[in-house]
Each structure stands twice: as C-alpha cells, then as structure tokens.
C-alpha cells in the first residue's frame, strides 16, 4: 500500500460566497514529486497555502504525515519547508545573514546548516553581496534555501524556476532530483512551464478553476497520451481543407503557429503524404509523434471546458 503523507479532504477555500477551491481530494505519496498543474488563477497557490498552514481551510480538512487533528497537523508542520508566491527576503542583509535569522527563528542548533545549504543551493560564493543587489533568479534560489534550512521531510515550491535562466533550471531540476532519489524528501511543486515539470515529477495533480480534475503517475500520462502525425505545410489552409474532404477527417488540430496536428492515420503516414501532394501542397515536414504533457494538459483542459 502506498504510503500517502498529504492528504486532504473536500478541501474548500471561500472568499465571501465565492470559492475559489473546491473539493479538493488531494494525495501526495512519500518520495514522490507530485508536480501541481493548472493555469494562472486556477487555485495552485491556494491549494498550497492551505496545506501549509498559511491560510485557513473554509471546509475540509488536510490531514499530514497521517495525522487527522487539526493540533497534530499544525505540529506536523515543522516538518515541511515551503517557498509559496516568492520568496521574504530582508534585502539589506546577504544571503548567509538571511538564513542565519531563519535558522534562529526555527532553533535549529548549529551554524554548518547555513554553509550546506548555500552551496546546496549554488549561492555560497555569495559573500558580503546584499539580497537587494541579487536577480530574480538568485532570489529564487535563496527562497529554496530557506526552505530546505531546516532538512525537511515535505518540501512544497510555488513556481521555484520563475527567473532562472537556463542553466539554473537545469541546475535547479538536479536539485530537485537530488533531494527526492537520494534525500527521500517528498516535493510538491507547482509551476507553469509543463515542459520543466514533465522532466523531474512522478506523480500530477491537475487543477482547473478550483477543482482537481486529474491525479496520475507520469506512465499513466505516458499511456492517455495521444499519437499524432505533425505536418508543417506551405499552404496550411489548402492542407486543412484537403484533410477533410480527400482524406474525411475532421479530428485534427490546427496550432499557433501554422503546423497541424492530425490526429489520424497514425499508423499509415504516407497515405497522408501522398494525398497531399497530388493534391498541390508541399510538405515541409512530416513526422509521428506524441502528446507531450502540454498537449496533454491542453487536451484535457478543452475537454472538461467543452
């Protein structure tokens, strides 16, 4: 049986008489890194903030590392490390006096935490630099620091790769990874660049408008995930227009940015070829693929708003 350390039930939020959560049954497996999905606004943040204790649950309860009191909870709490909607900073301080107030704050005994953790985090050559001086990215990077001071079992992250440039995602997504394969530290991040989260979750949760309308592992998305042929065209309307009445198929997608993704004859590509060419239309590129979890998460977002 798994081991589930977060679990909550019909969590609610309301603000007023509107809710902005809404019966949220959530379950986050130890060890796993449970990659929280959903647009700008659909209740990500909310959601986190409720299991970490910094805003109230309107209904519904979250229960930790199998405790079910809300007294409990509040005390299973010290085990978890959070970065929610940024990082508090005391800009006039550097990055070493900063960790050494939260380390104070938290009674954590001892000094080395602070070294470990900057150079966990990649900020130990930081010296007498003050925060207000850092980019956005090395802010991020001493909020995750902040977060892991006190070696937590529950690490929940709030959009952590926001400002980072390319290196410190991939620097980051290592972290990430290091923590749960080697630390056997539980993470809950939330972000939304899919492609980033796809590389380093096991596990989904995926929110829409306040509701989770899907939880699953990434083999489970791997399997749903649809296989389409993607063609790139000189003549995307032709193309589409000989689709559907040479070929009578109407399941296909047009993109942003003119490619089309066909969402038939999968298996039989060159009958798609040849059709359009004795038809007119050069291909520019033709090729089998899969739904990545964008086109996943893009899929399944259009379903249940159908």
Same mark, same amino acid.
């Given at each position: 049986?798994?081991?589930v ?6 969590m609610t939020?309301?603000?007023?008489k509107? #809710? ?25 943040? =909310? ?13 519904? =309860?979250?229960q930790l590392f199998?405790?079910t009191?809300?007294? @409990?909870?509040?005390?299973e709490? /010290?085990?978890?490390g959070?970065?929610?909607?940024? %990082?508090?900073?005391?800009?006039h301080m ?5 960790? $050494?107030v939260v ?13 470990n953790?900057? /150079? ?5 050559d ?8 850092f980019?956005?990215?090395?802010k991020?990077? *001493? ?5 892991l001071?006190?070696?937590?079992e ?6 952590p790769?926001?400002?980072?440039? %390319?290196?410190?995602?991939v ?6 990874k290091? *923590? ?6 539980t ?6 660049v899919? =492609? ?6 096991t596990h ?6 306040g509701e989770?309308?899907?939880q699953?592992?990434r083999e489970?998305?791997e +399997?749903k995930s649809?296989a389409?042929?993607?063609l790139?065209?000189d003549?995307? @309307?032709? @193309? ?5 009445e040479n070929?009578g #198929?109407?399941?296909y997608e047009v993109?942003?940015d ?6 038939s ?9 040849r059709?359009?060419h004795e038809?007119g239309?050069?291909?520019e +590129?033709?090729?089998?693929q899969?739904?990545?979890l $964008?086109?996943?998460?893009?899929? *399944?977002?259009?379903?249940?708003? @159908?």
């Amino acid at each position: 049986m798994e081991d589930v350390i977060v679990k909550t039930v019909h969590m609610t939020k309301k603000y007023g008489k509107h #809710e902005v959560v809404k019966d949220i049954n959530m379950h986050v497996k130890k060890g796993s890194i449970y990659g929280f999905i959903g647009l700008n606004g659909a209740g990500k943040s =909310t959601c986190l903030r409720m299991i970490a204790g910094l805003t109230d649950v309107s209904r519904g =309860t979250v229960q930790l590392f199998h405790e079910t009191n809300k007294k @409990a909870v509040n005390e299973e709490r /010290k085990r978890i490390g959070t970065m929610i909607e940024g %990082p508090d900073l005391y800009p006039h301080m550097t990055a070493r006096q900063n960790l $050494e107030v939260v380390r104070i704050q938290r009674g954590i005994p001892g000094r080395s935490c602070i070294s470990n953790t900057l /150079k966990q985090v990649g900020l130990e050559d930081t010296g007498k630099k003050k925060v207000r001086t850092f980019s956005l990215g090395m802010k991020q990077r *001493l909020g995750i620091a902040i977060a892991l001071l006190s070696s937590p079992e529950l690490l929940i992250l709030d959009e952590p790769i926001n400002g980072l440039d %390319p290196v410190g995602v991939v620097e980051m997504r290592q972290l990430l990874k290091e *923590l749960s394969e080697e630390h056997g530290v539980t993470i809950i991040i939330s972000s939304h660049v899919l =492609t980033e989260v796809y590389h380093i979750a096991t596990h989904y949760g995926i929110i829409h408008q306040g509701e989770l309308i899907e939880q699953c592992t990434r083999e489970e998305i791997e +399997e749903k995930s649809q296989a389409y042929i993607f063609l790139r065209v000189d003549d995307r @309307a032709k @193309a589409v227009t000989i689709i559907e009445e040479n070929l009578g #198929e109407t399941n296909y997608e047009v993109l942003e940015d003119g490619a089309i993704k066909l969402y038939s004859y999968v298996d039989n590509p060159k009958v798609v070829s040849r059709v359009l060419h004795e038809n007119g239309v050069s291909i520019e +590129e033709l090729s089998p693929q899969h739904d990545t979890l $964008e086109g996943y998460f893009t899929r *399944l977002i259009k379903e249940v708003s @159908a």
